[in-house]
Every structure is written in structure tokens, then in C-alpha cells.
């Protein structure tokens, strides 16, 4: 498959880029997708919920109340589960959440976004370009050169500040690199684009 590349005033640089076949020409695979966006969401769980069991409250041990007589239930402490302020029982425990996904898998997955992203037409490749600094008008006017509505993200080849500080205001965009770009954000995203060079440095990076 071949897309026309745009320059960030959302003209035709007259060139056309591959794609690789191997991320944007497979056919989409709903479960692998599904298992990565699992372990991603799983992932961004901190796991450090915590609730006091019995043993742990700290309370006076001295017996509540006679056994017999009073004409209700019996009781020995204040620190039981019954009670206000008693332990909690079989409550939360710190642990993680971390889920394994086969590294084939975590590839297939992201081939599935990224195919059904071309297919659908929600995927532009533009040229390679720098902001002499950050400037959230600048990448907005962009967007809007390219027509872009809705969430979208911005993959580029290489960490580059000026263009992350210039996108990270805008609640609906993103910019993330090739090397660190994940399922989720893809398919969280309306529109993808691709600078030019992360479409040639996709082929060499494996999920």
C-alpha cells in the first residue's frame, strides 16, 4: 500500500511512501488486540490498595461487654468486622497486576491497529519537520492543515521536545515515538500520522 506524503501545511510533497506489508497489510486480529490493550490497562494499575483485617487495628482488647445477659449476641472486641471501625474481612491486598503477553502476540496486535487504520483511512504520513521551540498554535495549526477531527497522535522517529511540548497541551492529541508507541494508543486514537521517517524506522522495530 502506498500513501501520499503532506508537509504540515497539509499540502502534497508529490511523493508517495511503502508501507510495510508486514504492520499495514494483515488482517486484523480482534483477540490479540484485545489481550494488549488487557496488559496495557493492567499495567497503569498501581496495585497499592490496602484495608486493616482484625489483626491489624489497633483498639482496646478489654471484653465489650458481660457474655450472657444483655440479651444480644455476644461480643469480645472491638476490633471484629461487626463493628464500626473493626477490620475488614478478606479486604484489598497490595499486589501486582502485571499481565504476560507473548512478544508475537504484542506484535500482532499492533499490526492489527495499524492495518485497520490504513484500510479505513484514518492514517497520513507527513514529512520530517522541527519547531524552533514549543508552540501549541503552531501543532494546532497543523492539525488543522491536515484536517484532523477528534483524538489524534502523532508518531515520530525520534524523541524530539519542541514537538512534545507543542502537542502535549491539546487534550485530544498525543506525539509518542516509534519505539515506545503502544496498541492502546493507536486505537485510542481517530487519526494516526506518521512522520516519514518512523514509517521507515517502523520496519526495523518489532513490538
Known amino acids: 500500500m502506498k500513501l501520499e506524503v503532506l508537509n504540515i501545511q497539509g499540502q502534497s510533497t508529490g511523493r508517495q511512501i511503502e508501507l510495510p506489508e508486514s504492520y499495514f497489510g494483515v488482517e486484523p486480529n480482534a ?5 494488549a490493550v488487557k496488559q496495557y490497562n493492567a499495567a497503569q494499575r498501581q496495585g497499592t490498595h490496602k484495608a486493616k483485617e482484625k489483626w491489624e487495628i489497633s483498639k482496646s482488647t478489654k471484653k465489650l461487654k458481660r457474655q450472657k445477659g444483655t440479651g444480644t449476641a455476644r461480643a469480645g472486641s472491638a476490633k ?15 499486589h501486582d497486576y502485571y499481565i504476560d503477553v507473548n512478544k508475537k502476540v504484542k506484535f500482532l496486535a499492533k499490526a492489527s491497529v495499524l492495518s485497520d ?8 504520513i507527513v514529512e520530517d519537520f522541527q519547531f524552533e521551540k514549543p508552540s501549541t498554535k503552531e501543532f494546532s495549526k497543523m492539525l488543522t492543515n491536515l484536517q484532523v477531527n477528534g483524538k489524534s497522535l502523532l508518531v515520530v522517529d525520534a524523541e524530539n521536545s519542541n514537538v512534545y511540548l507543542s502537542g502535549r497541551n491539546l487534550a485530544k492529541s498525543g506525539v509518542a515515538t516509534v519505539k515506545d508507541v503502544n496498541t492502546f494508543q493507536i486505537l485510542n486514537a481517530d487519526v494516526l ?7 521507515k524506522k517502523l520496519q526495523q522495530v518489532q513490538a
Open 31 to 35: 483477540h490479540a488486540v484485545y489481550l
Open 80 to 94: 471484629s468486622p461487626l463493628f464500626r471501625g473493626g477490620g475488614r474481612v478478606f479486604g484489598p491486598k497490595p
Open 117 to 124: 487504520k490504513a484500510q479505513k483511512g484514518m492514517l497520513k
Open 193 to 199: 500520522i506518521l512522520s516519514e521517517n518512523s514509517v
